[in-house]
């Protein structure tokens, strides 16, 4: 007896193309794909029934290995800039719905 994580839910207007969208950001494929769920590992996309509203309670942390050119990169693919994290080194960003998610510097 005992629990594992087995992933992450993320509700979106669109979830195939958002769930794309994060499978090329991690360079991840896609492993199962319905007309209203889309999975990578660890990350699941259902049909959510509104937009977005507020900040998340639960996000995303990456990890990179050059923070400037990865940042530029997720921009670049249609993520936007919500704010210079708090934490040293790190910058929040949002993906196509609004998701925020924070990107880290890499570990000297």
Known sequence: MGLRWHGTGVAAMDPARLGRW???????RVVYEKPDMVAL?????VRATE????????????TCDDLRADVERLLDMG????????????IVLADPEGNEFCVLAPLS
Request: no cysteine; proline share 14%; glycine share 8%.
């Open 41 to 45: 590992p660890g990350l699941i996309f």
């Open 79 to 90: 993520a936007r800039h919500v704010q210079t994290n708090p934490v040293p080194a790190s």
């Open 51 to 62: 937009p977005k509203a507020g900040p998340n309670r639960l996000h995303i942390e990456l």
């Open 22 to 28: 994060w499978a090329e950001v991690l360079g991840v």
